[in-house]
């Protein structure tokens, strides 16, 4: 496929790398600083204002991105088709839908290599808490953050060591008293995504001039991929 251009999370990208790598394509990637995530406004207007930079010679920008606090809705199209996973955030695109993650419940955090390494996660939280509060109050605040998590899953998307993860994640795991699981990945959402197979229901599809709705965000099923252009 040609006249593609990805705008992605930083946090996808040993996934996003590795299956641009099994699938032979090179497209150009503008990637997004993982820590945006923490204002969904503030996401919204740099993945806005990543988007309205690219030529228009690129016809369709890939978002390799889930809703994420809404924080997809209200961006425009431009002159660009845009196309992006029917996904409430991240986690999906690692585990393989949006049903697969929801299986694993509200009570689960999620840790891949990108993940662990981001701005967006509890123990860079707690590690910022320390410098700021001191251990004894810093502790209570993540154990108060943390109250109502009863698992933590690193998933083994096959882009990294997951073993390297679970060592890294298991200190703060013990403070926590929660287990931690390995458990399996699946990249095809990205796989799809990147090779044009959009026409399941699990992607959303936005023409040139369109703009992404709150309508859209809300993932129900059967609805249309196609949004209309305003």
């Not at 923490?38 to 988007?51: A, G, N, Y």
């Not at 920008?61 to 088709?81: S, T, Y």
């Not at 108060?144 to 993860?165: L, R």
């Amino acid at each position: 496929m040609e006249e593609i251009h990805i705008v992605a999370c930083k946090t996808l990208k040993p996934e996003i790398d590795m299956v641009m790598h099994a699938q032979g394509c090179d497209y150009p990637i503008a990637w997004i600083d993982s820590g945006k995530h923490v204002w969904p406004d503030k996401l919204r207007i740099c993945i806005q204002e990543t988007i309205d930079v690219i030529p228009p010679a690129y016809k369709t920008i890939l978002l390799v991105f889930g809703f994420c606090g809404n924080a997809m809705v209200g961006i425009k199209a431009g002159e660009h088709q845009l196309v992006l996973p029917r996904a409430a955030d991240c986690i999906p695109l690692f585990l393989g839908s949006q049903k697969k993650r929801e299986e694993y419940g509200v009570a689960t955090v999620f840790f891949t290599e990108g993940y662990l390494h981001s701005e967006t996660n509890f123990i860079t939280d707690y590690e910022n808490y320390q410098k700021k509060y001191g251990n004894k109050r810093s502790l209570w605040v993540l154990k108060e953050m943390m109250k109502h998590y009863k698992n933590i899953a690193v998933i083994d998307t096959g882009a990294f060591d997951p073993p390297d993860v679970v060592t890294e994640v298991e200190p703060y795991a013990k403070i926590l008293e929660i287990p931690v699981s390995l458990i399996p990945g699946n990249l095809r959402l990205i796989d799809a995504l990147l090779s044009g197979n959009w026409d399941n229901g699990e992607f959303l599809v936005i023409p040139s001039e369109g703009v992404i709705s709150f309508e859209d965000s809300l993932l129900k099923e059967g609805v249309s991929s196609q949004a209309a252009p305003v």
